[in-house]
């Protein structure tokens, strides 16, 4: 017996890939070294999060960013437009 659409692989708990691109919920993670000294003005002006975390089939990871010394701004980044992997 077939299982029905509610009741598919995908949506019971079944065979999922660790890294399956269109899982509905995600967990970014980014630990950055040297916090201080990228705050402070020392290094480049952004840093992104790496690898990307798929989810539902779109790349998402966290930006953090210095401007002018006095601000540090952390963002939730989805670059649904770029293919990731290549550089522009």
């Known amino acids: 017996m ?3 659409e509610s009741q598919s692989s995908s949506n019971i ?3 999922q890939a660790k890294d399956n ?3 509905h ?4 993670v980014f630990r950055m070294p040297n916090f201080r000294a990228f ?5 480049p002006n952004e840093v992104f999060s790496e690898p990307v ?8 990871r966290i930006k953090i960013k210095r401007v002018i010394e006095t601000y540090v701004g952390c963002f939730i980044e989805c670059n649904g437009e ?3 992997g ?3």
């Open 53 to 60: 975390v798929f989810i539902n089939g779109l790349p998402w």
């Open 82 to 84: 770029k293919s990731v």
């Open 13 to 15: 708990g079944g065979d």
């Open 39 to 43: 705050s402070v003005g020392r290094g």
């Open 25 to 28: 919920r995600g967990q970014i």
């Open 2 to 4: 077939e299982p029905s």
């Open 86 to 88: 290549l550089s522009t």
């Open 21 to 23: 691109k269109f899982k």
